[in-house]
């Protein structure tokens, strides 16, 4: 059987750095906000870029409610986003009481669409004014928004930009990487992300100190000294221990990134299947490949054949937001995102992480080609 994912073949890889700092943090007594945290925010701010600030939160999720609540974005505020897309994206904006706009994706990237964006904010903004509070892109997949053309927009408009970078450590744009270009930038730290954690987590990206010191009070009640509390707040603290083994894991973060996109050039160039398309990797990025999705009409059919041959497969995502049950309130049909119901159809996730081995990845190959 080749798996979809293998966390335990990672661990193995690493696993004296782990266990040391894993014991170093036991025996420290310290578990909550303490040095470890401190100094993954350093660290990861710097992988990010020169300026930034970093801080870390319980969850990719949290990052992005958190992130919205330090905008100041609430009750009966509007904010866009893609419904081609993970629910904890759109759940965040659910959360502060705000409510998600969908805007349609483009086909190749399956990143947000610029042209439906500069449409959806010209026909919304003279009906909803100060209301349209902000946009959140996503980095699908390990690939990033265009997100030149996106803050353009969002300046013109007085809309604040939250990245969506969940899926996308260490992804560029135009040779800068992601969560350098919003107001805010939210990762996580979900175990099979390219930088995950033994649990949940997360960490919200800003260069401005403003709000950064803001985020720090949000986490943790509201509070800027203890037992005195500013603002209302939250718990969401990333616990020492996590924080522990992404600083070591982050020093692998690179190198893991690289075999990804090893074995997805092996996998573009000798998938031959006339049904299935690769998935395309756009010119203005570096993509991470968090995923490796490709596309085919009998995709359900493709599934089987991959089961029935020892390889694990998922979809990613199987409905778009706007028709899923929970979100039915927002009053969206069938057909009106058609680009992102049409990936919904098509979209299937084969086997991607930095240690799977060459001999599986040629069998996944052969496998794939070999449906009719």
Same mark, same amino acid.
């Given at each position: 059987?080749?798996?979809?994912?293998?966390?335990?073949?990672?661990?193995?890889?690493?696993?004296?750095?782990?266990?040391?700092?894993?014991?170093?943090?036991?025996?420290?007594?310290c578990?909550?906000l303490?040095?470890?945290?401190?100094?993954?925010?350093?660290?990861?701010?710097?992988?990010?870029?020169k300026?930034? @600030?970093?801080?870390?939160?319980?969850?990719?999720? +949290?990052?992005?409610?958190?992130?919205?609540?330090?905008?100041?974005?609430?009750?009966?505020?509007? /904010?866009?986003t =893609?419904?081609?897309?993970?629910?904890?994206?759109?759940?965040?904006?659910?959360?502060?009481?705000?409510?998600?706009?969908?805007?349609? =994706?483009?086909?190749?990237?399956?990143t947000?669409?610029?042209?439906?964006? $500069?449409?959806?904010?010209?026909?919304k903004?003279?009906?909803?004014?100060? %209301?349209?509070?902000?946009?959140?892109? /996503?980095?699908?997949?390990?690939?990033?928004?265009?997100?030149?053309?996106?803050?353009?927009?969002? $300046?013109?408009?007085?809309?604040?930009?939250?990245?969506?970078?969940?899926?996308?450590?260490?992804?560029?744009?135009?040779?800068?990487?992601?969560? !350098?270009?919003?107001?805010?930038?939210?990762?996580?730290f979900y175990?099979?992300?390219?930088?995950?954690?033994?649990? +949940?987590? &997360?960490?919200?990206?800003? %260069?401005?100190?403003?709000? %950064?010191?803001k985020?720090?009070?949000l $986490?943790?009640?509201? #509070? $800027?000294?203890? @037992?005195?509390? +500013?603002?209302? &707040?939250?718990?969401?603290?990333?616990?020492?221990? #996590?924080?522990?083994?992404?600083?070591?894991?982050?020093?692998?973060?690179?190198?893991?990134?690289?075999?990804?996109?090893?074995?997805?050039?092996?996998?573009s160039?000798?998938?031959?299947?006339?049904?299935?398309?690769?998935?395309?990797?756009?010119?203005?990025?570096?993509? /991470?490949?968090?995923?490796?999705?490709?596309?085919?009409? *009998?995709?359900? *059919?493709?599934?089987?054949?991959? !089961?029935?041959?020892?390889?694990?497969?998922?979809?990613? @995502?199987?409905?778009?937001?706007?028709?899923?049950?929970? @979100?039915?309130?927002?009053?969206y049909?069938? &057909? +009106?995102?058609? /680009?992102?119901?049409?990936?919904?159809?098509?979209?299937?996730?084969?086997?991607?992480f930095? #240690?799977?081995?060459?001999?599986?990845?040629?069998?996944?190959?052969?496998?794939?080609?070999?449906?009719?």
């Amino acid at each position: 059987m080749i798996p979809f994912g293998d966390l335990k073949r990672e661990y193995k890889e690493i696993e004296c750095s782990i266990d040391v700092s894993i014991k170093n943090t036991l025996n420290s007594g310290c578990f909550i906000l303490g040095e470890n945290v401190s100094r993954l925010e350093i660290s990861f701010a710097q992988y990010v870029g020169k300026g930034n @600030y970093a801080v870390a939160v319980n969850s990719g999720t +949290d990052a992005l409610k958190i992130s919205l609540m330090a905008l100041g974005v609430g009750a009966g505020d509007y /904010v866009i986003t =893609v419904p081609n897309t993970a629910v904890p994206t759109v759940s965040a904006i659910s959360d502060v009481g705000a409510i998600p706009l969908f805007c349609d =994706v483009d086909e190749d990237s399956a990143t947000i669409s610029v042209e439906k964006l $500069r449409m959806l904010i010209q026909q919304k903004k003279k009906v909803l004014g100060k %209301k349209l509070k902000a946009i959140i892109p /996503v980095h699908l997949y390990g690939q990033s928004c265009r997100m030149d053309e996106i803050m353009k927009l969002s $300046r013109k408009n007085g809309l604040k930009v939250i990245e969506d970078a969940c899926q996308a450590h260490g992804a560029e744009f135009k040779g800068k990487k992601v969560g !350098n270009f919003g107001d805010l930038a939210a990762f996580s730290f979900y175990p099979s992300k390219n930088l995950g954690a033994y649990g +949940d987590g &997360g960490i919200i990206i800003t %260069k401005s100190k403003k709000l %950064k010191e803001k985020l720090t009070m949000l $986490r943790n009640y509201g #509070q $800027r000294k203890r @037992y005195y509390h +500013d603002i209302c &707040g939250v718990n969401s603290r990333l616990d020492d221990i #996590q924080a522990a083994i992404l600083l070591v894991k982050l020093k692998y973060l690179d190198k893991w990134n690289k075999k990804r996109s090893v074995i997805a050039k092996y996998y573009s160039t000798n998938i031959n299947n006339v049904n299935v398309q690769t998935p395309k990797t756009m010119n203005y990025g570096k993509h /991470v490949f968090h995923l490796y999705v490709v596309r085919i009409k *009998k995709r359900d *059919k493709l599934i089987k054949h991959l !089961n029935r041959n020892g390889i694990i497969t998922l979809i990613h @995502y199987p409905c778009p937001i706007h028709l899923q049950k929970a @979100y039915k309130n927002l009053g969206y049909k069938k &057909g +009106d995102f058609p /680009v992102s119901e049409k990936l919904s159809k098509e979209i299937l996730s084969i086997p991607m992480f930095p #240690q799977l081995e060459k001999i599986e990845q040629t069998r996944i190959i052969k496998v794939v080609n070999s449906f009719k």
